[in-house]
């Protein structure tokens, strides 16, 4: 099956193009995505629990940017992923892009989803799925903008490029001199991961397809 979502970033395109290429950065932000394994700038393991409907389901894979277009801001991505309890596979196929929108950027996701097993059976319903999908994307956003806001001004803007003066200029000779080591120089600690996204409710999204479903079947009735 596939679909379209889309979501807002409070970056320029150039800018929001470099974070969401970072997949470490932005990997808490994903609901229920926990990164396993770095294996290099493409390819990444990893988990996701998600829910469809009442049931809870937890895929481990692998995913891979498959291709990617700089100029202009585009990527697919492919991901394979097995629940744990071995109820199924999922297998997708998301190109993405950026484009200008206001202040800020929009990215604009297709998705191409195909799931096997019991899993199939607990997302047949394409209605479902979309809902699913449409939870994740807008939490992800969500989480996106809260971690960009924590991160302050710097978040938003490139850093500039000095011009170059004598100070600048002395500053580059100090810098070739060789330094002696310190002594008991306290090791300096990586900066702290934010923590990942929680799960989605299952309740809140079975009770929203739902609503959805008397809303089209009451609009289809007064047409």
Same mark, same amino acid.
């Given at each position: ?37 770095? %294996?290099?700038? *493409? ?36 991901? #394979? ?16 892009? %950026? ?9 604009? %996701? ?24 449409? *939870? ?43 330094? #002696?080591? #310190? ?30 479903? %008397? ?9």
């Amino acid at each position: 099956m596939e679909f379209d979502n889309s979501f807002d970033v409070p970056l320029p395109p150039a800018r929001a193009w470099a974070v969401l290429m970072d997949i470490p950065r932005i990997a808490p932000c994903m609901p229920g995505a926990e990164l396993g394994e770095v %294996i290099d700038a *493409q390819n990444y393991k990893g988990k996701i629990a998600v829910r469809l409907g009442p049931v809870a389901l937890a895929f481990a894979g692998r995913v891979q940017i498959d291709s990617i277009d700089d100029a202009n801001r585009s990527a697919r991505v492919k991901a #394979q992923g097995s629940d744990a309890k071995g109820r199924g596979a999922a297998n997708a196929t998301a190109t993405f892009h %950026i484009e200008p929108a206001g202040d800020g950027s929009r990215v604009l %996701i297709h998705t191409d989803l195909m799931l096997s097993g019991a899993v199939a059976q607990y997302g047949r319903g394409v209605g479902m799925i979309q809902a699913t999908a449409a *939870q994740i994307i807008g939490q992800f956003a969500g989480n996106l903008r809260a971690q960009l806001a924590s991160e302050g001004p710097a978040a938003a803007a490139p850093a500039p490029t000095p011009t170059p003066t004598a100070t600048t200029a002395s500053a580059a000779a100090a810098a070739t001199t060789p330094r #002696q080591p #310190q002594q008991n120089a306290p090791p300096t600690a990586p900066p702290p991961m934010p923590p990942a996204a929680q799960p989605i409710s299952g309740l809140s999204l079975l009770a929203r397809v739902i609503w959805q479903q %008397i809303v089209a079947l009451f609009s289809r009735r007064r047409t």
